[in-house]
Nanobody, 123 residues
Framework: QVQLVESGGGLVQAGGSLRLSCAAS????????MGWFRQAPGKEREFVAS????????YHVDSVKGRFTISRDNAKNTVYLQMNSLKPEDTAVYYC????????????????WGQGTQVTVSS
């Protein structure tokens, strides 16, 4: 069992930056690949980025490449999402998720989810 708690969301102007954190409970955090997803009002949850359990491999959706960076610190049981050059279309609730086997783009493949943190980007 893994419990995930996101933090770091808030209101920011377009062009600004935020860093989201996702703290995991349990001693098995390093066994899980981790992902970030987001969900805007009236839209489906969409994949943002993922990172392998070792941190040696990452994947970012095209719409955030060059602006967002996923990273993790296994010693702190935490995964991060650094978000730069934010745009109004990045406004959403951001969720972290854990997957024991893969690091894919499908939300249904992930085993555990946090409660989400709101990110609002004003124009």
């Amino acid at each position: 069992q893994v419990q995930l708690v996101e933090s770091g969301g808030g209101l920011v102007q377009a062009g600004g930056s935020l860093r989201l954190s996702c703290a995991a409970s349990g001693r098995t955090f390093s066994s899980y690949n981790m992902g970030w997803f987001r969900q805007a009002p009236g839209k489906e949850r969409e994949f943002v980025a993922s990172i392998r359990r070792s941190g040696g491999s990452t994947y970012h959706v095209d719409s955030v490449k060059g602006r967002f960076t996923i990273s993790r610190d296994n010693a702190k049981n935490t995964v991060y999402l650094q978000m730069n050059s934010l745009k109004p279309e990045d406004t959403a609730v951001y969720y972290c998720a854990a997957d024991l086997y893969g690091m894919g783009v499908t939300a249904g493949a992930y085993d555990y989810w946090g409660q989400g943190t709101q990110v609002t980007v004003s124009s």
